[in-house]
């Protein structure tokens, strides 16, 4: 079965703190794909990355960072020096050959000025 | 290029009226999929439907909810008999293949059974 654990319920930091967000994942399947969303306060959901199983190259997009790591079947995401606008909840999901995606609990990421 | 529309916005229903959910797919896609965010339960699928199919219904509460996917115009989720219990956020994706993720997904039907 899969299923998706994001461990931190709440993350709070001060702008400009780098921030983790972490994401384990279990599945039987050799073929799978990992995603992150956000959910800002206006309630949409926010397509951020995509990453298949075989792609086990981490992924830089501006202050957004992706680790993907098998090995721990984790797909951990960065946010360098944060913004009060990255304050939202995240959410890590898998997919695997069927069509439905697992989402983890999610985490709320609190940014201060 | 328009994203996935969901209609309407927010949605206020008396407990036993029916609600009517909308999604419009993104241009070229066939295939819709439903998930539902309740407060404490987070995000979770509901169906999956091409056109004029319902491929995987395995979210689906056995009662009172249904979806379809006509060959034309959008993706309806019906909710019959609503409860308070029903009151939570409705996202629709769409993607145009299946089985390989990237889903879009519209911003939402926000469900308050009053």
């Known amino acids: 079965a899969q299923k998706v654990t994001q461990a931190q319920t709440e993350i709070s930091v001060v702008e400009k703190e780098d921030v983790t967000l972490d994401c384990v994942y279990e599945?039987?399947?050799?073929?799978?794909?990992l995603f992150w969303y956000k959910q800002p306060p206006s309630g949409e959901l926010v397509f951020l990355i995509r990453?298949?199983?075989?792609?086990?190259q981490n992924e830089i997009s501006g202050r957004y960072s992706w680790n993907f790591q098998k090995s721990t079947s984790s797909f951990n995401f960065t946010i360098t020096a944060s913004q009060v606008v990255d304050s939202a909840v995240y959410f890590c999901?898998?997919?695997?050959?069927?069509?439905?995606?697992?989402f983890g609990a999610g985490t709320i990421l609190r940014v201060k000025s | 290029n328009a994203g996935v529309m969901q209609n309407p916005r927010h949605l206020v229903r008396r407990r036993g009226q029916e609600a009517r959910l909308r999604c419009s797919p993104m241009?070229?896609?066939?295939?819709v999929y439903w998930y539902r965010q309740l407060p404490e339960e987070g995000l979770k699928f509901m169906v999956y439907l091409q056109k004029e199919n319902i491929i995987d219904e395995s979210g689906m509460p056995k009662e009172r909810f249904s979806a379809e996917f006509p060959k034309e115009g959008p993706s309806i989720l019906r909710i019959q008999q609503v409860v308070r219990g029903d009151s939570a956020a409705y996202f629709c994706a769409s993607s145009p293949f299946p089985g390989q993720g990237g889903y879009t997904f519209g911003s939402g039907t926000r469900l308050t059974v009053v």
């Open positions: 599945t039987r399947d050799t073929t799978y794909y």
């Open positions: 990453r298949n199983s075989f792609d086990e």
């Open positions: 999901a898998l997919s695997e050959r069927v069509n439905k995606l697992v």
């Open positions: 241009k070229g896609h066939s295939h």
